[in-house]
Each structure stands twice: as structure tokens, then as C-alpha cells.
């Protein structure tokens, strides 16, 4: 995705990559979906005018350069601690923001050009390798299910045929007594019952895929749903 973001630049005039965007891709990209947006999104706030501040301001004090973003850095972290939220790559933004403004050409103002910067590769750039993880994992999770789905087919066979044995077992595997199984339930029954040992990623991929209720758990009658058609069809 990174070299495409850099084959589309010289087409659309714009800049869509900076390297530290790199280590932002490989965040997107590893897991099995990327994480919330709201992380990046507060951390590009605050590295654009606290962070930004902090250095600007340790640097005009005359301190060295290495003092000035540490300062950036101790801003950043102090407010991604009263947030609860942290997406490290944001804490080159600030010196990202400074060098572009020490960059550009005399008599452009230097906030106008921060916000370029912010808009032009970093919010951009970034949405688009956001776009990309959302649909590869959209993606990978299909084929994941498809596979598991036929493998517990097989296995789902010989078991469960009947109305009442599917009541059993859920009662059997609802530990908690709420009427529901949830995502670790349904992982414990079905590693127990068809020898199959899901994630629980794909435990809850499965509960969404009946759960039509919204409460991220299946009931009797989505469970029901779930051996009788969703794995047997």
C-alpha cells in the first residue's frame, strides 16, 4: 500500500507518504483488524498544537535539540495518559510539523504550513493506509471463516442432529446461567463438543454473524441458527 501512496503522489499533486508513516502501516496492517482510529486521531491533535508547542518553545529557550523533543514527547505522553489512549508514530509529528515549517519558503505563514503538513501526507496518507487494513482484514476474516465454517462442518456432522440436542448443549456450555453464550463460551463449547479451537476473534465473528440483537452473545435461538444453518448449509 505504501509504494502505491507514493506511485499516486505525482498524479493528484499532493503528498500522501512521509517515512514514519511506516511504522503507522505495520500498527494498521499486523493485527487482526486495525485499531480505533480514536487514538491516532487524538495523538494528531495533540502533536500538532501542545506537542508542537512544547517544542517550539523549549527550542526558542535555546535548549538543544534533542531536550526540545523530548519536551514534545513528555507533552504527548502526559496527555495520552489523561485520554487513555496511545498511538506511538504520533510522537514524530511535532518534529515532522517544525522541520516543514523551517522548510518552507520565506513569508508563508508558519501555522498555515503546519496545517498543510497535517493535511497533506498525514491525515490523507493516513486514511488511506486506514482504509486499506479495514478491507484487507474484511478480507482475511471472510476467507478465515469460510475455512473455519467448512471445517466445522465435517465435524458437526454426527453431532447435535436433533432440536433437543442442540438445547443441551447450550446449556451445557452457557457457564454463566444468563441465557447467552459469549465469545468464550462459544470457544470453550466448540473446541469441546467438534474439536475445533477458535479464537476468540473468531468466536465473536461467528456470534456477529447470527446475533441479531446487538448484545455480542447468542441466544437459544441464534445459537440454534448458528449449528443448524450457518455451519450445515
Known amino acids: 500500500m505504501i509504494p502505491l501512496l507514493g ?7 499532493v503528498r500522501l507518504f512521509a517515512p514514519p508513516m511506516m ?6 496492517f499486523a493485527g487482526e483488524s486495525p ?5 491516532f486521531l487524538s495523538g494528531t491533535l495533540c502533536g500538532a498544537t501542545l506537542s508542537l508547542a512544547a517544542l517550539t518553545l ?9 531536550v526540545a ?9 502526559m496527555w495520552y495518559k489523561a485520554n487513555n489512549l496511545v498511538f506511538p508514530p504520533n510522537a514524530v509529528l511535532p518534529i515532522l510539523l517544525s522541520q516543514a ?8 505563514p508558519g ?11 498525514w491525515l490523507a496518507g493516513h486514511a488511506a493506509l486506514y482504509m486499506a487494513a479495514q478491507a484487507t482484514s474484511t478480507v482475511r476474516r471472510k476467507v478465515r471463516m469460510s475455512f473455519l465454517q467448512d471445517k466445522m462442518k465435517s465435524k458437526l456432522a454426527n453431532k447435535w442432529q436433533s432440536a433437543s440436542g442442540i438445547r443441551e448443549a447450550f446449556r451445557k456450555y452457557d457457564l454463566s446461567k444468563n441465557g447467552a453464550l459469549d465469545a468464550a463460551e462459544l470457544k470453550m ?3 469441546q463438543a467438534v474439536g475445533v479451537d477458535l479464537s476468540v476473534g473468531d468466536a465473536q465473528n461467528l456470534i456477529r454473524s447470527v446475533d441479531t440483537d446487538g448484545d455480542e452473545q447468542v441466544d437459544l435461538r441464534e445459537f440454534e441458527e448458528l449449528c443448524n444453518k450457518k455451519l450445515r448449509k
Do not use: C, H, K, Y
Request: no cysteine; hydrophobic share 60%; proline share 7%.
Open 101 to 108: 515549517i523551517v522548510a518552507e519558503a520565506a513569508g508563508t
Open 58 to 66: 523549549v527550542s526558542r529557550l535555546g535548549a538543544p535539540a534533542t
Open 189 to 191: 463449547a466448540m473446541r
Open 111 to 121: 501555522w498555515m504550513t503546519a496545517i498543510d503538513f497535517v493535511v497533506f501526507p
Open 69 to 77: 523533543a523530548g519536551g514534545a514527547a513528555g507533552a504527548m505522553l
Open 23 to 28: 511504522a503507522s502501516g505495520i500498527i494498521f
Open 35 to 39: 485499531p480505533q482510529a480514536s487514538a
Open 7 to 13: 506511485f499516486l503522489e505525482p498524479f493528484l499533486n
